[in-house]
């Protein structure tokens, strides 16, 4: 298979990626393509697909970061109904004193764990369901591994205002993945 | 004292915030009191840990994968 057909063929691989950083159509096609134009220009023979995908998936994440910073107003304002003044922190129903209701569950042992592609693609699916600005900022920090002040000056952003989103966000999966994966495995 | 003194609710909000920010010399005393004589925090430590150790393991998924 030609090099130009084994890329052709983990487009959607990276466009998958691409949108659940972007959540945007447009912006996220422009990356790939971008992606791939990128490739192109400077071919390589890898050893198999996953080193090729390994090295696609690092061009991906600069035209992703190029494409944040871009669009760095709109990637980050928030529209009416994503601005709701509930801490998702109150799923657990704290008692008046501050103290837990319930127990949090027993997650397992992190360290033992080894993960399934079928736990990715819940894990996927809760963070596709986070609020758009929510979930870029989140994929900002945990894929695309920027800090918090590379966030703040890419985006013009407040570091508290970029608090409180990530403090959502990182609830709301917490949430997400206790109700359709760890919950479920216990049962 | 008194100023250490962090209730459950704060407790996890910390939790949740030292995965994006450095907390302060004030809050990471607190919490490690806290720890010390909570029964029911250790375990939703154990999920944010558990959550960042799952995410790590997606990162490097996302970039080679085939698993099974």
Same mark, same amino acid.
């Given at each position: 298979?030609?090099?130009a ?12 990626? +691409?949108?659940?950083?972007?959540? !945007?159509?447009?912006?996220? %096609?422009?990356? #790939?393509?971008?992606? @791939?134009?990128a490739?192109l220009v400077?071919p390589?023979?890898?050893?198999? $697909?996953?080193q090729?995908?390994? &090295? =696609?998936?690092? @061009?991906?994440k600069?035209?992703? @970061?190029?494409? =944040?910073?871009?669009?760095? $107003?709109? #990637?980050?304002?928030?529209?009416? +109904?994503? !601005? ?5 922190l109150?799923y ?14 027993? &997650? ?6 080894l ?6 693609e819940i ?9 758009? #600005? ?6 900002? $920090? ?6 918090? %002040?590379? @966030?703040?000056?890419? =985006?013009?952003?407040?570091?508290? !205002?970029l608090?409180v989103?990530l403090?959502?966000a $990182? ?6 993945l ?5 919950k479920?495995?216990?049962? | 004292?008194?100023?250490?003194m962090?209730?459950? /609710?704060? *407790?996890?909000?910390?939790? *949740?915030? /030292?995965?994006? /920010? ?9 919490l ?7 029964d029911?925090c250790? /375990?939703f430590?154990?999920q ?21």
């Amino acid at each position: 298979m030609s090099f130009a057909q084994q890329i052709a063929d983990l487009r959607g691989y990276l466009l998958k990626f +691409a949108h659940l950083q972007l959540r !945007n159509e447009a912006w996220a %096609e422009d990356a #790939v393509s971008e992606t @791939i134009l990128a490739a192109l220009v400077k071919p390589q023979s890898f050893g198999n $697909r996953s080193q090729l995908k390994t &090295w =696609l998936v690092g @061009i991906l994440k600069h035209k992703v @970061i190029d494409a =944040l910073r871009h669009h760095s $107003r709109e #990637v980050s304002s928030t529209d009416h +109904a994503e !601005n709701d003044d509930t801490d998702p922190l109150d799923y657990f129903a704290f008692q008046a004193d501050g103290h837990f209701t319930e127990t949090p569950a027993d &997650w397992g042992d992190p360290q033992q764990q080894l993960r399934s592609r079928q736990f990715f693609e819940i894990l996927e699916a809760c963070v596709d369901k986070l609020p758009p #600005v929510q979930g870029r900022l989140f994929l900002m $920090r945990e894929w695309l591994e920027l800090s918090s %002040e590379e @966030i703040c000056k890419d =985006l013009q952003l407040t570091p508290t !205002n970029l608090y409180v989103q990530l403090h959502r966000a $990182r609830l709301r999966l917490r949430e997400c993945l206790e109700l359709n994966w760890f919950k479920k495995a216990s049962m | 004292m008194a100023t250490f003194m962090r209730t459950c /609710r704060e *407790v996890a909000a910390l939790l *949740v915030a /030292r995965e994006d /920010r450095a907390l302060g010399l004030a809050d990471r005393l607190a919490l490690r009191m806290h720890m010390a004589i909570c029964d029911t925090c250790p /375990r939703f430590e154990r999920q944010m840990l558990n959550l960042r150790n799952s995410l790590q393991q997606w990162r490097n998924y996302t970039e080679s994968d085939d698993l099974a």
